[in-house]
């Protein structure tokens, strides 16, 4: 399915293809849970998305967003200590599929209630507080009072010859000659939870088929999911980011 958004402020993080991070209430002495990740599964795939941390608040002290899970790590956990630190977003996959090293689905990073900063986003267009996930990356959006929404994500197919990638909506027909392909995609990423100490948006989930069997000639269409929308009042979330899918006679979101 689609991603988690993050939590909003006095909840916990939202389940998803990676869980948002965990806000915090403003009184009392509590830790919200991140949201878990619950990814799908499908035979022959390779699947991948991780919790997203705990927001924490201490009475008297200070509170700090959760950050939000990613393709390979979960996100930190929020600090409710003097030296009040928000969780930073998960790390991403990591994949050379496209030519290059390049890092995918990097968790939202959360804020918290002091000072001018908050978490970092995660490798992998992970935003940090306040700020967008990176489109066609499936990137979480960070928490804050202006947070951030998730990045779109991407399907890429090598054919062991020619690298197709798929930023938007299309059609990838098999080249003559080829029977199977290596098949890498991203769903959409959720965004940031809004508030002065919320979590951290999920990465949307990785989805990987090294050796996926094609007949030449076939068309595969490619859905692109859209990163999710942040709220913009507190004690409301956003939307979840959007499945992300690949389609011909069998069906996969991721």
Not at 40 to 64: F, I, M, P
Not at 192 to 202: A, F, I, R, V
Request: glycine share 32%.
């Amino acid at each position: 399915g689609g991603n988690a958004s993050a939590a909003s402020a006095q909840y916990n993080g939202v389940a998803g293809g990676a869980g948002g991070g965990g806000g915090t209430k403003t009184s009392g002495n509590v830790t919200t849970s991140g949201g878990t990740s619950n990814k799908n599964t499908y035979s022959g795939w390779l699947s991948y998305g991780t919790n997203g941390g705990t927001g924490n608040h201490s009475a008297g002290v200070h509170e700090a967003g959760g950050g939000g899970g990613g393709g390979n790590s979960a996100g930190t956990n929020g600090s409710n200590s003097s030296g009040v630190t928000a969780g930073a977003g998960a790390v991403g996959y990591e994949t050379d599929i496209s030519g290059s090293s390049t890092y995918y689905s990097g968790g939202g990073g959360g804020s918290q209630d002091v000072g001018s900063s908050g978490g970092a986003g995660g490798n992998g267009g992970g935003g940090a507080y306040n700020t967008n996930g990176t489109a066609n990356t499936g990137g979480g959006g960070g928490g804050g009072t202006s947070p951030g929404d998730g990045g779109s994500g991407i399907v890429i197919f090598d054919d062991g010859t020619t690298v197709a990638s798929f930023t938007a909506d299309g059609t990838f027909t098999v080249p003559a000659g080829k029977t199977q392909v290596d098949v890498f995609a991203v769903g959409g990423g959720g965004p940031g939870g809004y508030g002065s100490s919320t979590g951290g948006g999920g990465g949307g989930q990785v989805l990987r088929h090294t050796t996926l069997g094609v007949t030449a000639g076939d068309p595969w269409i490619v859905t692109i999911g859209a990163g999710g929308t942040a709220s913009s009042s507190a004690g409301t979330l956003g939307t979840n980011g959007e499945d992300t899918s690949i389609a011909l006679n069998a069906y996969a979101n991721m």
